[in-house]
């Protein structure tokens, strides 16, 4: 059972409201800072002080004019509104994409200020927790399951089309299951072809092994997993 003490609105509850919404900013923010990636402890701090003036300043303004204004109007704003601040840590470097966690981190440090500031401190601690656990034990599991799959994403370049059509007949001779097989022209004489494609290997067919193979086709320049 959630407490509503911490929803009144009283001096001490303010004061502990904004402290706690800068340690829980700041634990998340050096948790992702540790790990070098972005949204780190000033960006998570500001975030989740904001947001947490901004419920603080709803609940002055509900007890100020009762029944006049709706309490959940700014709130719907800041949660809106943040998302634009967390895709400007979103990065596409080549045929990757990085900091979709961080931006998710951001986003979700305003949601646990705005719980914060209302005083649902017990469900911001809550989420708070299950996040950090979320975060550092679900990779272990993803390892575990994808060490057992056997679809690859490779990122493959080649010196000419012949080869885009070597890799694409081999393939699927050999059976594989192909998702994607994108390819991107060379924008410059002497730049090489670019192809980024997911397939699902048959059964009995070691990854590495088959990274070797397609390795071993002539003209068949740099093959990177993803």
Same mark, same amino acid.
């Given at each position: 059972?959630?407490?509503?003490?911490?929803?009144?609105?009283?001096?001490? $509850?303010?004061?502990?409201?904004?402290?706690?919404?800068?340690?829980?900013?700041?634990?998340?923010?050096?948790?992702?800072?540790?790990?070098?990636?972005?949204?780190?402890?000033?960006?998570?701090?500001?975030?989740?002080?904001?947001?947490?003036?901004?419920?603080?300043?709803?609940?002055?303004?509900?007890?100020?004019?009762?029944?006049?204004?709706?309490?959940?109007?700014?709130?719907?704003?800041?949660?809106?509104?943040?998302?634009?601040?967390?895709?400007?840590?979103?990065?596409?470097?080549?045929?990757?994409?990085?900091?979709?966690?961080?931006?998710?981190?951001?986003?979700?440090?305003?949601?646990?200020?705005?719980?914060?500031?209302?005083?649902?401190?017990?469900?911001?601690?809550?989420?708070?927790?299950?996040?950090?656990?979320?975060?550092?034990?679900?990779?272990?599991?993803? $390892?575990?399951?994808?060490?057992?799959?056997?679809?690859?994403?490779?990122?493959?370049?080649?010196?000419?089309?012949?080869?885009?059509?070597?890799?694409?007949?081999?393939?699927?001779?050999?059976?594989?299951?192909?998702?994607?097989?994108?390819?991107?022209?060379?924008?410059?004489?002497?730049?090489?072809?670019?192809?980024?494609?997911?397939?699902?290997?048959?059964?009995?067919?070691?990854?590495?092994?088959?990274?070797?193979?397609?390795?071993?086709?002539?003209?068949?320049?740099?093959?990177?997993?993803?």
């Amino acid at each position: 059972m959630f407490t509503l003490i911490f929803s009144e609105w009283t001096w001490i $509850n303010i004061v502990f409201r904004m402290v706690l919404s800068l340690a829980v900013g700041m634990v998340i923010g050096i948790d992702r800072g540790a790990k070098r990636r972005g949204g780190g402890a000033r960006t998570t701090i500001t975030v989740c002080l904001g947001s947490t003036m901004v419920m603080l300043l709803e609940q002055y303004l509900e007890a100020l004019y009762p029944g006049r204004l709706d309490i959940s109007r700014i709130a719907a704003q800041v949660i809106s509104g943040v998302g634009f601040l967390g895709a400007g840590s979103i990065l596409v470097a080549g045929h990757q994409i990085k900091g979709l966690t961080s931006a998710a981190s951001i986003w979700t440090c305003a949601c646990i200020g705005l719980a914060i500031g209302i005083g649902f401190v017990d469900g911001a601690v809550l989420l708070t927790a299950l996040w950090l656990v979320g975060v550092h034990f679900v990779p272990y599991i993803e $390892n575990k399951v994808y060490k057992h799959s056997r679809y690859m994403t490779l990122y493959i370049e080649a010196a000419t089309g012949r080869e885009i059509t070597l890799i694409s007949r081999k393939l699927k001779e050999d059976h594989c299951f192909i998702d994607t097989f994108v390819v991107d022209k060379p924008k410059a004489k002497g730049q090489y072809f670019q192809i980024v494609t997911t397939f699902k290997i048959p059964k009995g067919t070691h990854k590495d092994a088959y990274l070797h193979s397609l390795q071993e086709i002539k003209g068949v320049g740099m093959i990177n997993e993803l």
